[in-house]
């Protein structure tokens, strides 16, 4: 079955700009996790959705905002971007939401922003 | 508040070597998982294992093993007779159950499998 994919893989915005990345999980998931990922602060958790409700969120300043269709598909969205926002943005599902549930998340490729 | 610490940011084997991972974690809660997790080149993280923290029974799969030590909150990832495409990113992660179970990440560590 397909995997987890993220659209747009490559983006370069400049200070200020908004982008929205999107993120269709992998059939039949209904959690959607979304994570920053650079080199000096490594892998931080930004957001989870689950049935379209947001149920948990990472230390992001309000700049960083998501939602999920009914569909599950999610897409989240940072405003007033800044040159920290420059990350790869990646994006995981699965059936249920929770360790205790699951914990295999699937991730896709990610989305690699570029803030100039 | 739960912490994941990968003391070896990158580490570099000659190919057959084994090489073994280390992930020292911290929690405050008596149920939590640990999971590692391998990021290739191409950038998604592929699952490898989820241990619960009742269950320390050391895992193998393959020439991958796991070694779960509540004592030490340690939960080390030994690659055996390593190859080229052992190279990745390999990540450490943990979760406690009774809280937001949020997953948790470590800094990752860079392996380097050289032929």
């Known amino acids: 079955k397909a995997g987890v994919t993220q659209t747009p893989r490559y983006l370069i915005k400049t200070r200020g700009q908004q982008v929205t990345l999107s993120c269709s999980p992998i059939s039949g998931h209904r959690s959607v996790s979304w994570y920053q990922q650079t080199p000096g602060q490594g892998l931080q958790f930004l957001f989870e959705y689950f049935s379209e409700t947001q149920r948990n969120k990472g230390n992001f300043p309000g700049r960083f905002s998501g939602r999920q269709f009914s569909n599950s598909r999610s897409e989240m969205n940072v405003s007033t971007l800044e040159l920290g926002d420059s990350a790869l943005y990646l994006c995981a599902s699965s059936f249920q939401r929770g360790a205790a549930n699951t914990g295999e998340l699937f991730f896709g490729e990610g989305s690699r922003l570029t803030v100039l | 508040a739960q912490k994941v610490t990968q003391a070896q940011t990158e580490i570099s084997v000659v190919e057959k070597e084994d090489v073994t991972l280390d992930c020292v974690y911290e929690?405050?809660?008596?149920?939590?998982?640990l999971f590692w997790y391998k990021q290739p080149p191409s950038g998604e993280l592929v699952f490898l294992i989820r241990r619960n923290s009742f269950d320390e029974q050391n895992e193998i799969s393959g020439r991958y093993s796991w070694n779960f030590q509540k004592s030490t909150s340690s939960f080390n990832f030994t690659i055996t007779a390593s190859q080229v495409v052992d190279s990745a990113v390999y990540f450490c992660a943990l979760s406690e159950a009774n809280r937001d179970d949020k997953i948790i990440f470590g800094k990752g560590t860079r392996l380097h499998i050289l032929p």
């Open positions: 929690t405050r809660d008596t149920t939590y998982y």
